[in-house]
């Protein structure tokens, strides 16, 4: 079955530092999506992609679905405390749309 | 956005026993979605339940062990029977929403199950 990969596991930051989190998929997905989810939260929507090679930004977040709408990547820059949490990437399973979530990467900061 | 509530939200259950945890959305959504995730892991769909109609397990998962209710476009209920501490976990309940062109998947706060 289709399985949603995510690296690293964890991301251990110093803050104001840039990270990258990549997202595989093992078959093409139709668009990607990405929730975040602090401490004690729940996972709350950031963005979905959609088009091959689409870029998307929010403030300091950059987000890329990969050419091939196989893979995808979440660009922090100037990681602050705020950051904090695990972000997960989501595709949706092929023969019924219904999300299959990667295994998150947990991001600390350290000030 | 859907807003979603949760209760309870959290609880401390004796094995044996069960749980109904609600589920109930601000407007009408056709179908709901439950997940669990154990501690530090990610999430796994239970099932989907849909209004007047039977809930969709998922491989794993079966509707003695969890049976789901959906009496109306807003609201949906999952129980937890005969609890072990393996059931020990958050469970979400989430909505899916169409919004310029683009599909959003709403969670509610969760339910945090220990089971002693």
């Known amino acids: 079955g289709q399985q949603v990969m995510q690296i690293p596991q964890y991301q251990h930051v110093q803050e104001g530092e840039d990270f990258t989190t990549y997202c595989n998929s093992s078959?093409?997905?139709?668009?990607i999506q990405w929730y975040k989810q602090r401490p004690g939260g729940h996972p709350v929507f950031l963005i979905q992609?959609?088009?091959?090679?689409e870029v998307k930004k929010q403030k300091r977040l950059t987000f890329q679905f990969g050419e091939a709408k196989k893979n995808s990547s979440l660009h922090i820059t100037a990681t602050q405390t705020t950051d904090v949490g695990t972000y997960f990437c989501?595709?949706?399973?092929?023969?019924?749309?219904?999300?299959?979530f990667g295994a998150g990467t947990t991001v600390t900061v350290r000030a | 956005s859907a807003v979603i509530s949760q209760k309870p939200s959290r609880d401390i259950c004796q094995r044996g026993t069960s749980l109904t945890i609600q589920c109930q959305v601000d407007?009408?959504?056709?179908?709901m979605f439950w997940y669990r995730q154990q501690p530090g892991q990610s999430l796994t769909l239970i099932a989907t339940a849909n209004q007047g109609s039977e809930a969709t397990y998922e491989s794993g998962f079966v509707i003695d062990k969890f049976p789901i209710s959906r009496p109306n476009l807003t609201f949906s209920t999952l129980t937890v029977s005969n609890m072990s501490p393996e059931d020990s976990s958050i469970y979400l309940c989430?909505?899916?929403?169409?919004?310029?062109?683009?599909?959003?998947?709403?969670f509610g706060p969760g339910t945090r199950l220990t089971v002693t």
């Open positions: 407007s009408q959504v056709t179908m």
């Open positions: 078959t093409t997905l139709s668009n």
């Open positions: 989430s909505v899916e929403e169409y919004d310029r062109e683009r599909y959003e998947q709403y």
């Open positions: 989501a595709g949706p399973r092929s023969n019924d749309y219904k999300l299959s």
């Open positions: 992609l959609v088009k091959s090679g």
